[in-house]
């Protein structure tokens, strides 16, 4: 079976990219594929954890990642339900699956795998 993927383009912030790209070294993969698993694994949650967005003083930039045409598709769907940017949403995915903080934290969830 054959998976297509394509490149697109995601702002993130860039502790959170410095820190995926370093788990994917010690897990012997790319960040792409850590991308790729927590969308995926968060596109099939019936219910979604509460939204956290990042505070406007945190800086992103633009980054490349390789994603499977589906799960880019169901993602921007599902960016169109939530009503913001799909960077967003990866962005709290990578910071709940690193271990990160988020800046209200009153209610600390986690992404388990």
């Given at each position: 079976?054959?998976?297509?993927?394509?490149?697109?383009?995601?702002?993130?912030?860039?502790?959170v990219w410095a820190?995926?790209?370093?788990?994917?070294?010690l897990e012997g993969t790319t960040a792409s594929d850590i991308c790729e698993r927590v969308l995926s694994h968060y596109l099939r949650l019936e219910e979604k954890p509460p939204r956290h967005d990042l505070p406007a003083d945190v800086a992103t930039r633009q980054?490349?990642?390789h994603?499977?045409?589906?799960?880019?598709?169901?993602?921007?769907?599902?960016?169109v339900r939530e009503g913001r940017p799909v960077s967003a949403i990866l962005e709290q995915?990578?910071?709940?699956?690193?271990?990160?903080?988020f800046a209200s934290d009153e209610d600390e969830t986690e992404l388990s795998l």
């Open positions: 079976m054959v998976r297509e993927t394509a490149q697109h383009a995601v702002l993130l912030s860039d502790e820190a995926t790209q370093e788990r994917a070294m980054r490349s990642i994603v499977r045409t589906t799960t880019w598709a169901a993602a921007k769907a599902q960016k995915l990578l910071r709940a699956y690193l271990g990160f903080p």
